[in-house]
């Protein structure tokens, strides 16, 4: 299995704008998280997905933030509109519920820089 | 998380055993994580101890709980260049559904 995949690896955007950060996660996971990591704030939860159902979005900092999981193989997670504040490291992670031994798999992250 | 504490920085000599320590609140923990983040690059999965275990040893790796201080440890002997990163311990439980909660991160600088 190739992993969790994020697409893209970077990017940059203007204030303004709308972003969509993309996630496939690994093959017959049945959980899939969205994390924001900042220097200030470490690794936050934003939300996660069992079955591809939101399960608690209690993370997602604002109303511009939003995020669908129309299958269980790919998952997205939209600014809009976008401010420079939300620069930071996204990650997407994805286990097998019950299986505590394998804990997550982390995607490589998307790096979000908006100017 | 505010459940699991670490602390935040360690610089340790090349050669010399590494040691980084985590606190959690939660006496219902199951499963107790160390995550391995390098720059550039997401987290990754180093070693994990069932919480019916007081150790666990794996290469240069020793992990060692205290269930009954909820203290969690993770030792590298003879530590090189490349374990310099970023560590995160991380616990989860039944009871909060298996999402794991994750410590502040220990970035640890391994000097020649």
């Known amino acids: 299995d190739a992993g969790v995949i994020q697409s893209p690896r970077h990017e940059v955007t203007e204030m303004g704008q709308e972003v969509t950060l993309r996630c496939k996660p690994i093959?017959?996971?049945?959980?899939l998280f969205w994390y924001r990591q900042t220097m200030m704030r470490g690794l936050e939860l934003l939300i996660y997905?069992?079955?591809?159902?939101?399960?608690?979005d209690s993370g997602m900092p604002e109303d511009r933030f939003s995020a669908k999981m129309p299958n269980a193989s790919f998952s997205t997670l939209k600014i809009q509109p976008s401010e420079p504040r939300d620069s930071a490291v996204y990650f997407c992670?994805?286990?097998?519920?019950?299986?505590?031994?394998?804990?997550?798999?982390f995607g490589s992250g998307t790096r979000l820089t908006v100017v | 998380g505010e459940d699991v504490e670490q602390s935040l920085f360690l610089s340790v000599r090349e050669g010399d055993s590494s040691v980084i320590n985590c606190t959690y609140t939660?006496?219902?923990?199951?499963?107790l994580y160390w995550y391995k983040q390098e720059p550039g690059a997401g987290l990754q999965l180093l070693t994990y101890?069932?919480?019916?275990?007081d150790m666990k040893q794996d290469q240069r790796l020793t992990v060692l709980l205290n269930k009954k201080d909820k203290h969690l440890s993770l030792r590298i002997a003879d530590t090189q260049t490349g374990d310099s990163a970023i560590y995160f311990c991380?616990?989860?439980?039944?009871?909060?559904?298996?999402?794991?909660?994750f410590g502040a991160g220990t970035t640890v600088t391994v000097r020649a």
């Open positions: 093959s017959g996971h049945d959980y």
């Open positions: 101890i069932f919480s019916n275990m």
């Open positions: 992670a994805s286990s097998l519920k019950g299986v505590g031994n394998y804990g997550y798999t």
């Open positions: 939660d006496s219902s923990s199951t499963y």
């Open positions: 997905f069992n079955n591809n159902v939101p399960i608690d």
């Open positions: 991380a616990e989860s439980s039944r009871s909060n559904d298996y999402k794991l909660s």
